[in-house]
């Protein structure tokens, strides 16, 4: 049951939903950084669940506990181990599902290829739960990445049908999209935050869900990063935001929206020519400056 991903820097996770502990290892990442535990914990806590009524009832608090790569505050150039622990974990909720599998969840398909020995309760291995080893990695690479005037935001695309208003994908504004960071639900527009709110706890109240997407920007990429082909930043960037639970789609730049368009519309311009970049993929130039890299993930 493999769960790593990474080349220069690489992550595993390990742990079950309802388990003592959930966690991970990262190898790779440079020595004498120091980490900033503060701002960490309150990117952890944007994750945790039972904090209003529009997320999950589960109450955690998702303290990381640092093992090893971890010396005052400052990595150590070892691999960086952590877990967190699980509080709050009801077992015996899930006894009926032993035989009934959840639909639209791994429940089945884990069972028929790990046996009937599988920990599935409250997911296993398999539930969203094992995101927060995630948020510790993602929130400890946010700030080495910030160090190299790398910025990394995003905001909640859309909900259902409510879409939040849009973001420049040439000139975006990183600073209107760090300010919603704290915000239960992510989006710049505050009247649709309103919407989307009544939503949630309507479909709450029917016993129902719907999807939505999430836009993620990160500005100031160094040009010509990744490799041709298979291991294209693209490439690497889907498999592991494929790796969490429920994303059913994902797109770069224009993405699907760039099939009903002409190729005169889209079409990738020299460099240093600056007229019609909106639709770009991923890595382009705009006066010798790297273009934001704009990804949206779907989730069911």
């Known amino acids: 049951m493999a769960s790593n991903f990474g080349k220069t820097i690489q992550v595993s996770t390990f742990g ?32 945790a669940p039972g904090q209003n009524q529009l997320t999950t009832q589960r109450k955690e608090a998702d303290t990381p506990e640092f093992l090893a790569g971890l010396v005052d505050g400052m990595l150590s ?33 884990a069972r028929m290829r790990y046996g009937d020995k599988v920990d ?83 479909l709450k109240k029917d016993g129902d869900s719907t999807g939505g997407i999430v836009e993620v920007v990160a500005t100031g990429l160094p040009i010509g990063l990744g490799n041709p082909n298979f291991d294209g930043i693209e490439n690497r960037l889907a498999r592991v935001i494929f790796g969490v639970p429920a994303i059913k789609g994902i797109s770069f730049g224009g993405g699907f929206d760039m099939c009903a368009k002409l190729g005169s519309e889209v079409m990738m311009l020299s460099p240093w020519t600056v007229t019609r970049l909106q639709h770009l993929p991923i890595i382009a130039v705009v006066s010798k400056a790297v273009l934001p890299m704009v990804c949206r993930s779907l989730c069911k």
């Open 16 to 47: 079950a939903s309802h388990g003592y502990a959930i966690g991970g290892i990262v190898e790779g990442l440079p020595c004498g950084h120091t980490i900033d535990i503060d701002e960490l914990k309150a990117f952890l806590k944007r994750r």
């Open 77 to 109: 150039g070892s691999p960086l181990a952590f877990m967190i622990r699980n509080t709050s974990q009801h077992s015996s909720d899930y006894n009926n599902l032993r035989d009934i599998p959840r639909p639209s969840h791994a429940d089945f398909t």
């Open 120 to 202: 599935m309760r409250g997911g296993g291995h398999f539930s969203a739960r094992l995101t927060a080893p995630l948020c510790v990695a993602g929130g400890i690479a946010i700030q080495l990445l910030r160090e190299k005037c790398i910025e990394i935001h995003g905001h909640l695309k859309q909900v259902g049908t409510i879409q939040d208003a849009p973001i420049n994908m040439v000139h975006p504004d990183m600073k209107a999209l760090a300010s919603i960071a704290t915000e239960p639900i992510a989006m710049v527009d505050p009247e649709k935050r309103s919407e989307v709110e009544n939503l949630v706890m309507k």
